[in-house]
């Protein structure tokens, strides 16, 4: 059993930074997909950015340039680093985890579905104000 845990939201200003944490032990020792989601207020929750196990990295068209995800296996963490906020950028953000690899589509540059993740975490809040 795999429990994401995300910390580091917060609310900025437009164009600041914030850098999202997501601990998630036990799942840096074998392969893996890991993504965050985003979910404003009244919308469906969407895809922000996914990593597979071998680098590989897709992104959603709104934040690629500004958004970089990244995992650091010796901390059992995955981040989300993010800049040049804009207040569109204003959900809770979630972290989630699946032993399975998701190589083939985050290779081509498209993300992974809801569906296809089995573990999530709460989420964090973060705020861009104008």
């Known amino acids: 059993q795999v429990q994401p845990v995300e910390s580091g939201g917060g609310s900025v200003q437009t164009g600041g930074s914030l850098r999202l944490s997501c601990a998630a032990p036990g799942v840096f020792d074998s392969s893996y997909c890991m993504g965050w989601f985003k979910q404003a207020s009244g919308k469906e929750r969407e895809g922000v950015a996914a990593i597979d196990s071998d680098g590989s990295t897709a992104y959603a068209e709104g934040v690629k340039g500004r958004f970089t995800i990244s995992g650091d296996n010796a901390k059992n963490t995955l981040y989300l680093q993010m800049s040049d906020l804009k207040p569109e950028d204003t959900a809770m953000y979630f972290c989630?985890?699946?032993?399975?690899?998701?190589?083939?589509?985050?290779?081509?540059?498209?993300?992974?579905?809801?569906?296809?993740?089995?573990?999530w975490g709460q989420g964090t809040q973060v705020t861009v104000s104008p």
């Open positions: 989630a985890v699946d032993r399975r690899r998701c190589l083939p589509l985050v290779a081509a540059g498209k993300l992974p579905l809801e569906v296809d993740f089995s573990y």
